[in-house]
């Protein structure tokens, strides 16, 4: 199946500083990548959706400011935490589509942020 | 706006069969995935449905009833290994295609 990889799995950051969090297709285009971020025993929520060249679409409540989403290329996308802050500890999960026609999500394995 | 169910916790038997419930209101729906996701890490795909039936592959079944917006997953011949959180996802063409997730089920597989 396609792979989706994710970097750093861990990081662990001072409050103030940003942590930008790469997520890639190897062996597909991912023309749709979708950011989500989990609490402990929560389900994930979907931050925002980002295509490829165009700017990224934030669900409700989601700081696009705070939460820089790149989408640079087809196989990229970025998301970089602004200023972090103890509260943005979580559990951020990428995830990718390889077109429009094409149902099924393919996720990374996560990265784990952890603000002191 | 979307709204998706199912149930909080729910424990089965090793060796048993066990139904996990879904419910979803949403619009443009675009299909109905189930996930399975052990702790601290990422989702599996497991089934998807998006015309009515059910749909069988292997130890798991899914079922989707688009007129109830209701959806299980069947698991049978239940394994240690299957206690898990099991994830109802609804796809959405609404302002563009995503996929919302429900908060999870999770599993507990008892000897």
Known sequence: ?116 | GQNIDQPTEMTATEGAIVQINCTYQTSGFNGLFWYQQHAGEAPTFLSYNVLDGLEEKGRFSSFLSRSKGYSYLLLKELQMKDSASYLCAVSSNTGGFKTIFGAGTRLFVKA
Request: aromatic share 10%.
């Open chain 1, 1 to 116: 199946g396609a792979v989706v990889s994710q970097h750093p799995s861990r990081v662990i950051c001072k409050s103030g500083t940003s942590v930008k969090i790469e997520c890639r297709s190897l062996d597909f285009q991912a023309t749709t990548m979708f950011w989500y971020r989990q609490f402990p025993k929560k389900s994930l929520m979907l931050m925002a959706t980002s295509n490829e060249g165009s700017k990224a679409t934030y669900e409700q409540g989601v700081e696009k400011d705070k939460f820089l989403i790149n989408h640079a290329s087809l196989t990229l996308s970025t998301l970089t935490v602004t200023s972090a802050h103890p509260e943005d500890s979580s559990f951020y999960i990428c995830s990718a589509r390889a077109g429009r026609s094409s149902y099924e999500q393919y996720f990374g394995p996560g990265t784990r942020l952890t603000v002191t």
